[in-house]
């Protein structure tokens, strides 16, 4: 299943932030040998989730992490205004109705569906939230996933050639593009909107994602 669970509230889950810090070192400093701060504990953790961001967080049975990703409104700080705006020339990017989506993590033992299940899960809370659209940076690996989804984003710049290339891109939070993602998936609408009833209950829409 997702959690929908801001950082303040990971922190009594042990388990749970544990496993995603983890697995984040893994997938950034092993893998991808990016340029990222591993500690004593073997957590891959930076300045920004220190912001009480709001993680979507795809949970296995046994109570672990298996993939993740961050949102933080455009509104306050972002990785994309503080560290990437070469790839808009110089342009910072501030709305309310604009979420940053990053650090999108896979465990080493993530099932297929985990990518689908956070996709669709970021696009119901931008729909129930009130929020258009959602920011990104990603490399060259990603252009492929993001289209078998069924979810492509819009690049907006882009950086480097063939592998070293890196892109920042926007995703329209749509019904249509939420009911495509599901269909190809086989997540059915009942089931995602079950994951963000149980973290936020029915009745909390439109309102702002907070820093």
């Known amino acids: 299943m997702i959690r929908f669970i801001y950082k303040e509230n990971l922190e009594s889950e042990s388990k749970l932030m544990n496993s995603m810090y983890k697995d984040r070192a893994i997938q950034f400093k092993e893998r991808l040998n990016w340029d990222v701060n591993v500690d004593a504990q073997g957590w891959e953790t930076d300045e920004y989730d220190g912001l009480n961001p709001l993680y979507l967080i795809c949970e296995s049975p046994d109570g672990r992490h298996a993939g993740s990703m961050r949102v933080l409104p455009t509104t306050g700080r972002t990785m994309v205004n503080e560290h990437f705006r070469h790839l808009t020339n110089g342009v910072a990017i501030s709305s309310p109705l604009i979420w940053e989506c990053t650090r999108f993590c896979l465990s080493p033992a993530a ?60 995703w329209t939070f749509t019904e249509q593009v939420r009911d495509e993602i599901c269909r190809r998936s086989g997540i059915s609408l009942a089931e995602l909107a079950s994951w963000f009833d149980a973290s936020f209950g029915a009745a909390r829409q439109n309102e702002p994602v907070a820093a």
Do not use: T
């Open 111 to 170: 099932s297929p569906d985990v990518s689908a299940k956070l996709l669709v899960a970021a696009c119901e809370a931008g729909l129930r939230f009130g929020v258009e659209q959602g920011l990104g940076v990603f490399d060259a690996r990603m252009p492929k996933i993001y289209g078998r989804l069924g979810w492509s984003p819009d690049v907006i710049g882009a950086s480097g050639k063939g592998r070293d290339a890196i892109s920042i891109g926007i």
